[in-house]
């Protein structure tokens, strides 16, 4: 082999080389670019609110759960006291009297519970029990002279000796209702569509009254 084509051989040799060499740096170059870029990318995602912000909004949380533990001790709480109570009872129960023979409840109606409160607490106060009162008038008197009208009404009234379990009182009025063949059928009757019950508590008595409406 001449001179000529070893000196051309290592001539084109030392190119390859430079090429590779700068080929090289180009891809670690590019790796390295990509590294930043990725790191960037990650700097910004995992970036962190500074402590002192997050130190604020935890006061402010604190804050406001404060506020609204102390706004909810504010709350009353509204117990039932026994003659509300046996009220409600009595009420219950004569549903389910009317839903063991699959008729429709009756609805609470207010301002016939009105009229049986006052029922009851006139009998309590005055020693009288009677559908009318002392001066011989039924409670309907009243209810038109209020601006009250009906088309059906009827009342069921019971007196017995005080006991403090409302539940007991609640079902000895209702047995007793349902053990006396008038009263038991004011509260089966579908001649009515609602009724109001007003309990008064007088001493060692306690009255009851249900007043029955459409």
């Known amino acids: 082999m001449t001179k000529l084509v070893i000196n051309t051989l290592k001539v084109i040799a030392v190119v390859v080389s430079v090429s590779c060499i ?49 706004d909810i001790s504010k709350i009353e709480v509204i117990e039932e006291d026994f003659d509300t109570k046996v009220e409600r009872l009595i009420f219950e129960k004569i549903n389910e009297e009317r839903r063991k023979i699959g008729i429709q409840e009756y609805s609470n109606n207010p301002t016939m519970a009105k009229y049986a409160k006052e029922k009851s607490k006139d009998m309590g106060d005055n020693g009288y ?39 007991v009182v609640a079902e000895e009025f209702v047995k007793s209702w349902m053990n006396s063949t008038g009263h038991k059928e004011n509260i089966l009757s579908t001649k009515y569509i609602s009724t109001g019950i007003g309990v008064y508590k007088n001493g060692s008595k306690i009255y009851a009254t249900e007043e029955f409406y459409k």
């Open 22 to 70: 700068t080929h090289s740096l180009y891809l670690h170059m590019a790796q390295d670019e990509d590294k930043k870029l990725v790191t960037k990318k990650s700097e910004v995602i995992e970036e962190k609110i500074p402590e002192e912000v997050v130190e604020k909004t935890e006061e402010v949380v604190v804050e406001e759960e404060t506020r609204a533990m102390s």
């Open 129 to 167: 029990f009677d559908h009318k009162d002392l001066s011989g008038n039924l409670i309907t008197v009243k209810m038109r002279e209020e601006g009250i009208t009906y088309t059906a009404w009827a009342e069921n009234i019971a007196w017995r000796t005080a006991e403090e379990n409302a539940e």
